[in-house]
């Protein structure tokens, strides 16, 4: 018998059925500008921790913090952390509602019990975050109390009779250049943050 031509992992035995399958080409891909590329963004965890989390923090002057939002605040000055969901969390460990819920510096929450657990497995006082591989410990204070709330559904004013569009209300929001702080319609700009107007 004829042999077909000879192939990475053996012969190519394609000529027995009378087909050969075509060869693959890549298709080229076009050329973009860098100009309208756009910024290459990174995950920044700090940024995505004081975006989406609350910190109940020990007294101090927050100054900075107050004045550059993006900026994460000292982690050995956090108290607390409130944490709003979408839905019922569950712990990635256990897939229970989590037991006296911790957040651990890589911004994921366990149960308090499951990291004991984890910790007493790898003999020290220190592991792998299960998610990210991150290392874990259980030092006083790096791992942070976390309350956790499931956002109510919103609902839309208007359309309670059927076949009636239903409407929503949007306000504008005003924030005074230098401020964190955003205020509503009834609010003027004014050195330093907001004044509210009269009669507002």
Known sequence: A??????????????LLNFRAPERRE???PFIPSRFRGPVSRFDKDRYMQANYRFVVADGDYSTELALPD???????IREVHLTTDSPYHCPICIDPPVAARLTKCGHVYCWPCL??????CGKN????????????GNPGSLKPSVLRV????????????????TVEFRLMRRARGSTVAGGPQYREAEGGFNKMAGG
């Open 71 to 77: 900026k994460m605040v000292d982690w050995d000055t």
């Open 126 to 137: 220190y592991g792998p975050c299960p998610i990210c591989t991150n290392i874990v410990t």
């Open 116 to 121: 004991q657990r984890m910790f007493a497995s």
């Open 2 to 15: 004829g042999g077909g031509g000879g192939s990475r992992n053996g012969r190519d035995a394609s000529y």
């Open 151 to 166: 956002a109510p559904p919103v609902t839309v004013a208007g359309g309670g009779v059927k076949g009636e569009a239903a």
């Open 27 to 29: 298709a080229a891909r």
